[in-house]
């Protein structure tokens, strides 16, 4: 029985609670419909995103495309305590574990990021609502969703519940360090 429990997560890759989960897509999913808001990457005059309204598929469009200011904070390589670009979240990063995000303003408003997975800074939505970043995916998961080559989960997090999710994940080569939040334009 012992033995089985690894076998079994390794099968089903014990993923976070589908509440959870569930709970942080759909709230993405309803911001971008609302709010118009995106994760994604410049590619020229084309923007390449993750469309939370089509199964997180990648859709791209040709459109002038202002990037966001951006409102990062980075985790990767840090201790101690530490504050996003815009001043409006703080991290409280102990040396080689989790960091703990949270909004200054708010402190009832938390929640838990692996520095030590992490590839890229955390992103924060133009509205601080949400977050994302690109961490490393486990070494050993099934089914495999890019055949051999390395895994990057796209992870966002929803800041008014602490909730997150793999949004979608990424294959050796895709330019993950580019991805930032965008406004689509609806004109």
């Known amino acids: 029985m012992i033995l089985a429990m690894p076998l079994f997560c390794m099968l089903a890759s014990c993923a976070p609670a589908a509440n959870e989960s569930s709970q942080a897509l759909y709230a993405l999913r309803t911001d971008q419909q609302m709010d118009h ?5 410049q590619n020229g005059e084309r923007l ?10 990648f859709k791209e469009v040709s459109m002038p495309v202002v990037e966001p200011a951006p409102q990062g904070l980075e985790l990767r390589g840090a201790a101690g305590n530490l504050t996003s670009l815009d001043g409006k979240w ?19 408003k938390s929640f838990s990021v692996s520095r030590v997975r992490a590839l890229t800074q ?31 989960d796209v992870i966002a997090y929803d800041t008014k519940t602490g909730a997150n999710s793999v949004l979608t994940t990424v294959c050796g080569g895709f330019p993950y360090g580019s991805l930032r939040w965008y406004e689509l334009s609806t004109k």
Request: glycine share 4%; charged share 25%.
């Open 48 to 57: 390449s995103y993750i469309d939370t309204t089509a199964g997180n598929a």
């Open 90 to 108: 703080g991290a409280s990063c102990a040396t080689r574990s989790d960091c703990t995000v949270t909004l200054k303003a708010d402190t009832r």
């Open 122 to 152: 955390l992103y924060f939505s133009p509205d601080s609502s949400f977050a994302f970043l690109v961490e490393k995916a486990p070494n050993l998961r099934f089914p495999l969703r890019c055949s051999l080559e390395d895994e990057r």
């Open 37 to 41: 808001i995106v994760i994604g990457y």
